[in-house]
């Protein structure tokens, strides 16, 4: 965590940052509150402590409530229809990627609190491309765009294109993208494959990490992490760096076959940039290949997928929240990254009850874990363990991964269709009847 320069003492500031941890590990709110959003929601969005929705024509911003403030709401009309957007409320921006069935698009730059508009970016597609499904994220002064098969980056303030995918030899198909920091980005395909940008308008791939190696399967890798804004946000005592974010990979093996072999692999953004420090200070050539062995077992945890993640924002700096199926209301796990390991590998805490939720007790528990999680080796060579109907794992070798966390859980007895995570909140989402967040 990062001072904001708030101009509070430094014991105030440690007093609140250790109270902050211990309210995190115990899954212990100081309120709830509800908040009504606009039912229609086309796209959404959260970053610093703002959940923005949008029915393509409209744009509600809701400032969400904290323990010391009671939040707002506030809505936007462009005058233009709208596909998706993101926003940084740090910058008071919004990008909005007009809906159009041309081949010349257009992404509207307008400012959150005013609505004027700051620039217009534009670009072509391909007739060939899948402009089904683009995505849009600020980092910084970055603006990235990216759909099936390419990726574009401008410096949105100077309204310039400094990358465009489709005008490099990139040597790997596209999957999924992320920025890492300010000068640093994320392509996956079927392995990781970092970037940094040299101005005015190239990249190099400085790594190419990859997976365990599999019995012949393909892989698609998507990933997503808390977003890169510029500043703290406001009134904020911390900020987090752009190394302090935990990168949360969902890798789908031969989907197409319907095998459902699902997992999630957890990594440090931190782990990802040592690569690109050692090339910044000359100590790596570029286009580096790592093979999993060098790089995996001890800066990832691997696990089979058991959780739904249907809406985004489940992570957030070093946390990610994720829903199990539960008899009744629902029950969410804070899975903790930031963490030092015990002399114990593995510290179970019993349940016990904490503060009545809306009339209703409830229990929660915490557990502490550094034991490895092994993967086992797929017992037959190529698909006939897996097309028999048998469960099992893709893999030539186990596999083993040991990055420590700690999971705080809680069952609640309310229904809840997602969750999401932000600083000193958690987001319940409900769309039954009227589509509302449920703050903590």
Same mark, same amino acid.
């Given at each position: 965590?990062?001072?904001? %320069? ?15 941890? %211990? ?13 009504? #959003? ?8 959260? #970053? ?12 509600? &911003? ?11 709401? /506030?809505?936007?009309?462009? *005058? ?24 010349? =698009? %257009? ?11 700051? @620039? ?8 060939? +491309?899948?402009? =089904? ?42 999957? +999924? ?29 400085? @790594? ?21 804004? @510029?500043?703290?946000?406001? *009134? ?28 999630? /692999? ?26 999993? +062995? ?23 700096? =070093? %946390? ?11 029950? &969410? ?13 593995? #510290? ?10 809306? *009339? ?28 028999? *109907? ?27 269709? @997602?969750? /999401? &995570? ?7 989402? =409900? #769309? ?9």
């Amino acid at each position: 965590m990062q001072d904001t %320069r708030s101009g509070v003492s430094y014991p105030e500031l440690s007093l609140s940052l250790h109270d902050r941890r %211990r309210a995190w590990e115990r899954l212990e709110w100081k309120r709830t509150t509800t908040v009504k #959003v606009a039912p229609d929601c086309q796209a959404y969005e959260l #970053v610093a402590g703002v959940f923005a929705s949008s029915d393509g024509t409209n744009l509600t &911003i809701v400032g969400l409530p904290s323990s010391t403030n009671d939040g707002y709401t /506030m809505t936007r009309t462009p *005058g233009v229809r709208f596909r998706d957007f993101t926003i940084d409320p740090t910058q008071d921006v919004v990008a909005l990627l007009e809906d159009s069935n041309q081949i010349t =698009q %257009r992404i509207h730059i307008r400012s959150i609190s005013t609505n004027a508009p700051l @620039a217009i970016l534009i670009f072509s597609i391909s007739p060939s +491309d899948n402009f =089904q499904e683009p995505v849009l994220q600020f980092g910084h002064d970055l603006l990235e765009v990216h759909y099936t098969p390419r990726i574009l980056v401008w410096n949105w303030q100077q309204g310039s294109l400094i990358f465009d995918s489709s005008r490099e030899n990139i040597p790997h198909p596209i999957s +999924d993208f992320v920025f890492l920091s300010r000068d640093a980005f994320l392509i996956t395909s079927t392995a990781l494959h970092l970037y940094v940008f040299n101005p005015p308008s190239s990249v190099t791939l400085v @790594a190419t990490l990859h997976l365990p190696v599999t019995h012949n399967l393909g892989a698609e890798i998507k990933v997503h992490s808390a977003p890169l804004h @510029a500043r703290p946000p406001s *009134g904020a005592l911390f900020t987090l760096s752009s190394s302090e974010r935990i990168q949360v990979f969902s890798v789908c093996y031969d989907s197409h076959l319907n095998l459902n072999l699902k997992y999630t /692999m957890f990594v440090h953004t931190r782990t990802l940039l040592q690569y690109v420090e050692r090339y910044r200070n000359g100590e790596a050539i570029p286009q580096r290949v790592v093979p999993w +062995d060098l790089w995996g077992p001890h800066g990832t945890r691997f696990m089979k997928n058991d959780a739904s993640r249907v809406w985004l924002r489940y992570a957030h700096g =070093q %946390r990610v929240i994720q829903q199990r199926d539960s008899t009744s209301g629902s029950k &969410i796990d804070v899975i903790d990254f930031n963490y030092v390991p015990p002399s114990s590998s593995s #510290v179970l805490t019993p349940e016990s009850p904490v503060k009545p939720l809306h *009339g209703n007790s409830f229990r929660r528990t915490t557990v502490t874990r550094s034991k490895p999680t092994v993967l086992a080796c797929g017992t037959l060579p190529g698909l006939a363990v897996f097309s028999r *109907g048998r469960k099992g794992n893709p893999f030539v070798t186990k596999v083993s991964t040991s990055l420590p966390y700690h999971v705080s859980s809680v069952n609640l007895p309310i229904p809840f269709d @997602a969750f /999401m &995570i932000y600083d000193e909140r958690i987001i319940g989402v =409900q #769309v039954r009847f009227v589509f509302g967040l449920f703050v903590v």
